[in-house]
């Protein structure tokens, strides 16, 4: 079972700056499928990438997605106040990630 | 629209069986399968399995191999969650989520169901 490892677990940063999130594989996934997840509290998950780089339905394209292989990237260009939430990789049908919680600093 | 209908909270006792249930419509039932997510208080979340809306194919995460059972009723687009043997870590809402039409990922979810083990 492949496992995956985010880092940092917290992440504080301010509106405006720039958000980069790690997702780490214990061995290779295919690009197709690593998704990526926000999730507010009280919430169900909102996805947000799919296949790596693909952003979903009405996700503003201050989101990107990139990587191969064991790393993956989610990166926030600049943060907006509803962006501060834990994100979530997955690889589809599979296991999550631990999350990388965004907070404000 | 596409929607996923969960069934309400649950308490129960340790060694204790829950059927949760999830109600689909806005798509047709059997061109996706349905996956099952849990979150413990506090935690991250946890795949637990998925289920084939087209045969009742299923696919479980190991750590609940023989545990779980998923099931589904073509007859009213729903479909089912049986944990067995329940463990006071068992508490958590459970989700029950769709594939995005697009492509992968989970792009459908259920409100999520609290399920409450306690003596």
């Known amino acids: 079972e492949i496992v995956l490892t985010q880092s940092p677990g917290t992440l504080s940063l301010s509106p405006g700056e720039r958000a980069t999130l790690s997702c780490r594989a214990s061995q290779s996934v295919s690009r197709i499928y690593l998704a990526w997840y926000q999730q507010k509290p009280g919430q169900a998950p909102r996805l947000l990438i799919s296949g790596t780089s693909s952003r979903a339905t009405d996700i503003p394209d201050r989101f990107s997605g990139s990587g191969s292989g064991t790393d993956f990237t989610l990166t926030i260009s600049r943060l907006e106040p509803e962006d501060f939430a834990v994100y979530y990789c997955q690889q589809y049908g599979s296991s999550f990630g631990g999350g990388t919680k965004v907070e404000i600093k | 629209q596409v929607q996923l209908m969960q069934s309400g909270a649950e308490v129960k006792k340790p060694g204790a069986s829950v059927k949760v249930s999830c109600k689909t419509s806005?798509?047709?039932?059997?061109?996706?399968?349905i996956s099952w997510v849990r979150q413990a208080p506090g935690q991250g979340l946890e795949w637990m399995g998925w289920i084939s809306g087209y045969n009742g194919k299923t696919n479980y995460a190991q750590k609940f191999q023989g545990r779980v059972t998923m099931t589904t009723d073509t007859s009213t687009s729903t479909v089912y969650l049986e944990l067995r043997s329940l463990r006071s870590d068992d508490t958590a809402v459970y989700y029950c989520?769709?594939?995005?039409?697009?492509?992968?990922?989970?792009?459908?979810w259920g409100q999520g169901t609290l399920v409450t083990v306690s003596s």
């Open positions: 989520a769709r594939g995005d039409s697009g492509g992968g990922g989970l792009g459908y």
């Open positions: 806005g798509y047709t039932f059997n061109t996706y399968g």
